[in-house]
């Protein structure tokens, strides 16, 4: 990683949208039905990568992390064919999409982990092709919990080839296919917050007790657009209450908070509570500002005043970090030249 960091923002969450047509022309004709029956898998396409590339210009971002948007409610598919189909539809084209700027458009694969040995071989196909981290369920089914050995073989292979495992917020098995299945409704997105909120605690709590980052130390998560003012009080409870033992009963010789600043990251793009904590909570340098564009919430086009609201009181070199090289080091980014941005904004404007 090159130190060219400074004024170079790069998100670390933004999106793609994917069109439907051509997922589905993909697909072998006994699956299309069953794609098709899938809520919240519509037909809305979003920029190109040179149009991309334009956008992410206006708002003063000069790279991003990209994960799917439709995709999300696959993770919660119980046919293993179909699921491991359309993600790697969709990483063929993600693939395609990212070698159009390749220091600016860092992709995310999306990895079906039912069987292992599928879930390895997409993880090398993936990598070899240029994808720098693999996303999967942050709920895992009942009976696949990820403290399992089921997932022993997807842990060893994500740590040799260095790609960072993401859990990003209404994967799996912790209600949220309601939320695609009823549409955002004032309900739904209520029951939402404490759904996700959850969902992200059991996990970590499963991957820091239960030894999976002991077993494996030089494996990376990362939470995904879970915010993270809820994460300093986390694991000061979970510190005063270990005891240096795990509910397995196995004793681990680092403190939960430990194995989280060695191994864990977090995204956020709009958190004043955790901002609030940023100067003093020792999980600072973990954590990455992300614009979540295209998304409804996202910062774009202003997401530069939204920096300088958030952050703006934080050292210059603690922002860089989490601005930054963070994102870069994690990924192993060379870091990009800073896009003219307020030419681009300049532009736009008029």
Not at 68 to 88: A, C, I, K, S, Y
Not at 117 to 140: D, F, K, S, Y
Not at 165 to 178: N, P, Q, Y
Request: net charge negative; glycine share 6%; hydrophobic share 40%.
């Amino acid at each position: 990683m090159s130190d060219n960091s400074t004024g170079v923002v790069i998100s670390a969450d933004s999106h793609v949208h994917e069109n439907l047509q051509a997922w589905l022309a993909k697909l072998p004709p006994r699956l299309r039905e069953a794609a098709l029956a899938i809520k919240g898998f519509d037909v809305r396409e979003g920029s190109p990568p040179a149009q991309r590339v334009h956008e992410m210009a206006q708002d003063g971002v000069s790279a991003e992390v990209i994960y799917t948007t439709r995709g999300m409610p696959m993770f919660g598919l119980r046919d293993v064919e179909l699921q491991e189909t359309l993600f790697r539809i969709y990483n063929d084209w993600l693939i395609e999409f990212c070698q159009a700027a390749p220091e600016r458009l860092i992709g995310i694969a999306l990895i079906s982990a039912y069987n292992p040995a599928h879930a390895v071989a997409e993880l090398r196909r993936c990598r070899e092709a240029g994808l720098r981290g693999a996303m999967l369920w942050q709920a895992p089914p009942p009976e696949l919990p990820f403290y399992s050995e089921h997932y022993s073989p997807i842990w060893t292979a994500a740590q040799e080839l260095r790609m960072p495992i993401s859990l990003h917020i209404l994967t799996g098995f912790d209600g949220s296919r309601e939320l695609f299945d009823k549409g955002v409704t004032n309900e739904v997105c209520r029951i939402s917050v404490n759904a996700k909120l959850s969902a992200a605690s059991q996990s970590l709590f499963q991957l820091l007790f239960f030894g999976v980052m002991d077993r494996f130390p030089d494996l990376k998560f990362v939470l995904v657009e879970q915010e993270f003012g809820w994460l300093p009080f986390l694991l000061e409870r979970w510190d005063s209450y270990y005891g240096h033992t795990s509910p397995a009963g196995h004793a681990l010789p680092l403190l939960p908070s430990e194995y989280f600043r060695r191994q864990v990251y977090a995204t956020f793009f709009n958190d004043s509570v955790g901002c609030a904590q940023l100067g003093w909570w020792s999980g600072a340098e973990n954590m990455m500002w992300s614009s979540d564009f295209p998304h409804p919430n996202s910062s774009w086009p202003n997401s530069r005043q939204v920096i300088a609201r958030l952050l703006g009181n934080l050292p210059a070199t603690l922002q860089r970090k989490l601005l930054c090289t963070t994102v870069a080091e994690l990924y192993d980014l060379r870091i990009p030249t800073p896009l003219s941005w307020q030419e681009e904004a300049t532009a736009a404007q008029a």
